[in-house]
T-cell receptor
Framework: AQSVTQPDIHITVSEGASLELRCNYS??????LFWYVQSPGQGLQLLLK??????LVQGIKGFEAEFKRSQSSFNLRKPSVHWSDAAEYFC????????????FGRGTSLIVHP | NAGVMQNPRHLVRRRGQEARLRCSPM?????VYWYRQLPEEGLKFMVY????????ESGMPKERFSAEFPKEGPSILRIQQVVRGDSAAYFC???????????FGSGTRLTVV
């Protein structure tokens, strides 16, 4: 069974600073990987996904993530954070076979200081 | 093209009552997934359905919870005889093929008093 670890519960950055949110996964084969963002009281919006190919994935809102098989990681990055990026971020891993149902991490809450 | 529609947005039930949560997937999406989110926790998978079929219900509690996705109409998550521990946000997501990133609805926040 797959699992996801987001080691940081909260991250605080200043507006304009760079951001990296960590995600480590456990899965025996090549996983499908996702990052979602959730604003308060809202559903989840897909930021980006990795299925295969180029390990550096570009997403919406200026986000990118890099799949590193050797480290079992899929960290999310943004070069310059905006105040509107404050939200909860979830990493998810899906099995590349079987019924394919993503497992979500606990989430990282991003706080942005002006 | 409307997104995934969930209703109601907020639902208050007394202990012992029934809760019915509805989810209309995006047009053209025949795969529906229900997740539950408890405070300070991530999303926990509950059930995966395709039209008229339950594909995977490994995350569903064995009692009081049921789900359906009829040929016509929305998917329904039903919780009978609710207890305080059922209070949570319930999210529905849909996918066109079952092998894509999901589109999530805005959720139903269930409060059991």
């Amino acid at each position: 069974a797959q699992s996801v670890t987001q080691p940081d519960i909260h991250i605080t950055v200043s507006e304009g600073a760079s951001l990296e949110l960590r995600c480590n996964y456990s899965y025996g084969a090549t996983p499908y990987l996702f990052w979602y963002v959730q604003s308060p009281g809202q559903g989840l919006q897909l930021l980006l996904k990795y299925f295969s190919g180029d390990t550096l994935v570009q997403g919406i809102k200026g986000f990118e993530a890099e799949f590193k098989r050797s480290q079992s990681s899929f960290n999310l990055r943004k070069p310059s954070v905006h105040w509107s990026d404050a939200a909860e971020y979830f990493c998810a891993v899906g099995a590349s076979g079987g019924s394919y149902i993503p497992t979500f991490g606990r989430g990282t809450s991003l706080i942005v200081h002006p | 093209n409307a997104g995934v529609m969930q209703n109601p947005r907020h639902l208050v039930r007394r202990r012992g009552q029934e809760a019915r949560l509805r989810c209309s997937p995006m047009k053209g999406h025949s795969h529906v997934y229900w997740y539950r989110q408890l405070p300070e926790e991530g999303l926990k998978f509950m059930v995966y359905l395709q039209k008229e079929n339950i594909i995977d219900e490994s995350g569903m509690p064995k009692e009081r919870f049921s789900a359906e996705f009829p040929k016509e109409g929305p998917s329904i998550l039903r919780i009978q005889q609710v207890v305080r521990g059922d209070s949570a946000a319930y999210f529905c997501a849909s996918s066109p093929t079952g092998q894509d990133g999901y589109t999530f609805g805005s959720g139903t926040r269930l409060t059991v008093v």
